[in-house]
């Protein structure tokens, strides 16, 4: 007999969790192969979106992480301004462009790009990641979304 109120919290959590499973099994099935010159790829049905989340200093892990996670088929979503790559002395790179609030802003950015994401990828080479990225893992994680580590051995272990 079905309830007249609908579905109970339990039945749809399992109903979202089988959903979930099924997405998964479909994108992992191949529907169009491509080629790049003697690499032959193909493309998942509805590719995973990836956010890359760290510090600006990693600037090559970030080129690095873009080009495997786009050759493994995932969209990627990335930060587009690197102010520690250019050595900046001040902080978030202020020297070179940037305020305080358009600090704020583009942090804030980010983390609209982490709704559109199925998953985050944290860049945290030798363990370390800034407080912006702190805050980017704790929205990520109060909006259930995947979290995975450059680096897995050092995750939430900031020096």
Not at 62 to 77: D, P, R, S, Y
Not at 125 to 153: C, F, H, K, L
């Given at each position: 007999m079905k309830n007249p109120n609908g579905p109970s919290i339990e039945e749809k959590e399992y109903m979202i969790e089988q959903l979930r499973d099924l997405e998964e099994e479909q994108s992992s099935k191949?529907?169009?192969?491509q080629y790049l010159g003697d690499w032959k790829m193909t493309a998942p049905i509805r590719p995973r979106?990836?956010?890359?989340c760290g510090s600006t200093r990693f600037y090559e892990e970030f080129?690095?992480?873009n080009f495997i996670e786009t050759m493994n088929g995932n969209i990627v979503l990335t930060i587009g301004f690197y102010p520690h790559a250019q050595f900046s002395k001040k902080d978030h790179g202020e020297d070179v462009g940037i305020t305080r609030e358009q600090k704020i802003f583009l942090d804030e950015l980010h983390k609209r790009?982490?709704?559109?994401?199925?998953?985050?990828l944290v860049i945290n080479i030798g363990g370390y990641y800034g407080e912006s990225t702190a805050s980017e893992i704790a929205y990520a994680q109060a909006i259930n979304r995947r979290?995975?580590?450059?680096?897995p051995d050092k995750a939430f272990k900031r020096p």
């Amino acid at each position: 007999m079905k309830n007249p109120n609908g579905p109970s919290i339990e039945e749809k959590e399992y109903m979202i969790e089988q959903l979930r499973d099924l997405e998964e099994e479909q994108s992992s099935k191949m529907f169009k192969d491509q080629y790049l010159g003697d690499w032959k790829m193909t493309a998942p049905i509805r590719p995973r979106i990836v956010c890359l989340c760290g510090s600006t200093r990693f600037y090559e892990e970030f080129q690095k992480a873009n080009f495997i996670e786009t050759m493994n088929g995932n969209i990627v979503l990335t930060i587009g301004f690197y102010p520690h790559a250019q050595f900046s002395k001040k902080d978030h790179g202020e020297d070179v462009g940037i305020t305080r609030e358009q600090k704020i802003f583009l942090d804030e950015l980010h983390k609209r790009k982490i709704d559109l994401a199925d998953e985050i990828l944290v860049i945290n080479i030798g363990g370390y990641y800034g407080e912006s990225t702190a805050s980017e893992i704790a929205y990520a994680q109060a909006i259930n979304r995947r979290i995975r580590w450059v680096e897995p051995d050092k995750a939430f272990k900031r020096p």
